[in-house]
């Protein structure tokens, strides 16, 4: 027979609070935010979720020592901030009062806010009637206290700064960051957005990487994926020697993706049918619908997939791509059914055509890579036949266009980008290569895309099969992830050859029609 539960209020204010501190110590976190929530959201109901006691069950594996390097993606709305940036150092000072914190986010208004969250947690009278005998906010006049700094009379602190901010002095057991790149910045000019992302890596990878009171530290990041270079991205992809295998990954979509199913070590996504909703308590089907219109598709698979871009693609679409070319002697042409021969075009005969060169710089690490792409038109279709990226010194860079222009002799007119190592190839192989015209982009990255995206949209941009091509998947990801992927000098050699062959296609054909007026 079980025993009936007694009321709350029917026990001794002590004992209930022994009881509930006793309750929270034998289930863990996740007890703890269930009850510790009306002291720090009044008058907002919790709503549960599996969500969530995942997300405190990774983060109690960190307060053990089990999960050093944690990443947590999840949409915006589910209570992220409130659970990790508030609740979780409140919960973990009742294990360890002396464990140093150090909370960063993207602007210092939200640092604030929860840090002062956190300290009215901790200060409350549902906390200190619980855990008073082990954690107190130390405010004698020795001790350094504002809303950002502030410290525990058993050695324990919450330090809290933004990304870039200063942190010189100051060493964590626990560096929690939670949104580190502001989504507005992702919303610019890409090269706005490099610049931003390449500030937040700089200071990760140098400024943070020492801020650490032991080599046990723990780092945390909580946020929604923006961009292939965002802090994530830059992890999972091993940049700077960093290891994914040493990161956890909790990775949870507003819509479930079979595909993308996450599995750690500490728990695993439960659900099962692909286009499941995270939590339809939170977000109905009718609401995931509203925020997928207002956010657009990028955004929404960003903030809500924890996708970069859209799956199917961004300024360029991927379905724009069915159709490629193949040589008729090809083998794989002759065991192509009559079906699949719908996505199949034969490479036609040209008469002309273009190589593209956006130049960069210098071969160093982290400069950007220099593109080359040859092309050539046939109708209405313009056929993609080649393209090479790499970085390139200015001597790799001429040896790149002679070797594309040999190969490809009837692309005549070979673009150069005025712009970085453009003069000077120009002026190098001027003398040894005829058909060289300096381009002057106009307008922005983004525009340029913009411009030609309708030509790719009515199917009139044919690129090559991967037997073809080995290159061509590649160069579709980062054509399709535009303007956020890792990498965008393929897309800009391929709209500036494009710019210039559309132009010159539509002035050939105004040409031909004013001859068959005449």
Not at 101 to 111: G, P
Not at 334 to 339: D, F, I, N, R, V
Not at 377 to 387: E, I, K, N, S, T
Not at 423 to 448: F, N
């Amino acid at each position: 027979m079980t025993t009936p539960a007694i009321p709350p209020e029917l026990l001794d204010p002590k004992a209930f609070a022994a009881i509930e501190r006793e309750i929270i110590r034998r289930k863990g976190f996740y007890e703890f935010v269930q009850r510790a929530w009306p002291v720090v959201n009044p008058g907002i109901d919790f709503v549960p979720g599996w969500h969530i006691e995942l997300i405190c069950r990774h983060l109690e594996a960190v307060s053990r020592g089990e999960c050093r390097r944690l990443i947590v993606n999840v949409p915006p709305g589910a209570s992220k901030s409130t659970i990790t940036s508030v609740m979780w150092p409140a919960w973990d000072w009742t294990l360890h009062p002396s464990r140093k914190w150090m909370a960063v986010s993207c602007e210092e208004r939200l640092t604030g806010r929860d840090a002062l969250a956190c300290r009215r947690l901790v200060q409350s009278e549902w906390y200190q009637e619980r855990w008073g005998d082990r954690v107190q906010v130390d405010v004698s006049g020795q001790a350094q206290m504002t809303q950002e700094i502030w410290n525990l009379t058993k050695g324990g602190r919450r330090y809290s700064t933004t990304v870039g901010g200063g942190a010189i002095g100051w060493h964590a057991d626990i560096q929690l960051i939670d949104d580190p790149i502001k989504p507005k910045d992702m919303a610019g000019d890409p090269d706005i957005a490099r610049n931003a992302l390449e500030r937040c890596w700089a200071w990760w990878t140098g400024t943070m990487a020492s801020r650490r009171t032991s080599d046990k530290f723990c780092r945390v990041i909580i946020m929604q994926r923006l961009h292939e270079l965002d802090l994530v991205g830059r992890i999972l992809e091993l940049d700077a020697g960093a290891d994914p295998r040493e990161w956890t990954h909790l990775m949870l979509p507003m819509r479930f993706e079979t595909e993308r199913a996450c599995i750690t070590p500490f728990g695993h996504d439960p659900r099962r049918e692909a286009g499941e909703l995270l939590c339809e308590a939170r977000w109905n089907l009718r609401t995931v619908n509203e925020l997928e219109r207002e956010f657009g598709s990028q955004v929404a698979a960003a903030q809500l997939q924890q996708r970069p871009a859209p799956a199917g693609g961004n300024v360029f679409k991927r379905e724009w791509f069915r159709v490629r070319w193949m040589r008729p002697d090809n083998p794989k042409w002759k065991l192509l059914s009559a079906e699949d021969r719908d996505n199949y075009v034969p490479l036609p005969r040209f008469f002309s055509g273009e190589i593209s060169a956006d130049c960069a710089f210098k071969d160093v690490a982290g400069a950007d890579n220099t593109a080359m792409i040859a092309g050539a038109g046939a109708g209405a279709q313009h056929y993609l036949l080649d393209c090479i990226a790499d970085t390139m010194d200015l001597t790799s860079t001429e040896r790149c266009l002679e070797a594309l222009a040999a190969r490809w002799p009837f692309c005549r007119a070979r673009l150069i980008e005025d712009k970085a190592n453009g003069p000077a190839v120009e002026q190098r192989l001027r003398k040894r290569m005829s058909g060289i015209i300096m381009v002057t982009p106009e307008g922005g990255k983004v525009a340029r895309a913009n411009g030609v995206s309708p030509l790719c949209q009515a199917g009139d941009v044919i690129l090559p099969d991967p037997s073809e091509a080995p290159w061509v998947e590649d160069f579709l990801e980062e054509l399709v992830t535009f303007p956020f992927a890792r990498k965008d000098d393929r897309v800009d050699a391929f709209t500036q050859w494009l710019v210039f062959a559309s132009v010159r296609s539509n002035a050939t054909y105004l040409k031909a029609m004013a001859n068959v007026a005449a």
